[in-house]
Nanobody, 127 residues
Framework: QVQLVESGGGSVQDGGSLRLSCVVT????????VAWFRQVPGKEREGVAA????????TYADSVRGRFIISKDNAKKTVYLQMNSLSPEDTAMYYC????????????????????WGQGTQVTVSS
């Protein structure tokens, strides 16, 4: 059974940084792909980054490329999202999600392509 548990959300000032963590059970290869999504009330979930739990290959949404970094620690069975240069537009509930196939295709397909979900962690950026 795949489980994902997020942590690390909180409040930060404009321009600040936060690191989110997602503990994934099991890990390497299952699920094959772990992604971070975010959602604000009234809008669809937006995929921001994804990583293969095996190879570590990753992909980003244009809105966060160059500011966010997705990484993994196999020993800790954890996927991280380092978020830098945060702005109020990054305020959202952030979710960890898993899929059993392609990261690159699934991140572009959106939330419906991911079958495993965590409970979410809130990130609030104030100006």
């Amino acid at each position: 059974q795949v489980q994902l548990v997020e942590s690390g959300g909180g409040s930060v000032q404009d321009g600040g940084s936060l690191r989110l963590s997602c503990v994934v059970t099991p890990f390497t290869g299952v699920p094959r792909c772990v992604a971070w999504f975010r959602q604000v009330p009234g809008k669809e979930r937006e995929g921001v980054a994804a990583i293969y739990t095996g190879s570590g290959g990753n992909t980003y949404a244009d809105s966060v490329r160059g500011r966010f970094i997705i990484s993994k620690d196999n020993a800790k069975k954890t996927v991280y999202l380092q978020m830098n240069s945060l702005s109020p537009e990054d305020t959202a509930m952030y979710y960890c999600a898993g899929a059993d196939d392609s990261c690159f295709a699934n991140l572009r397909k959106g939330a419906s392509a991911f079958v495993y979900w965590g409970q979410g962690t809130q990130v609030t950026v104030s100006s």
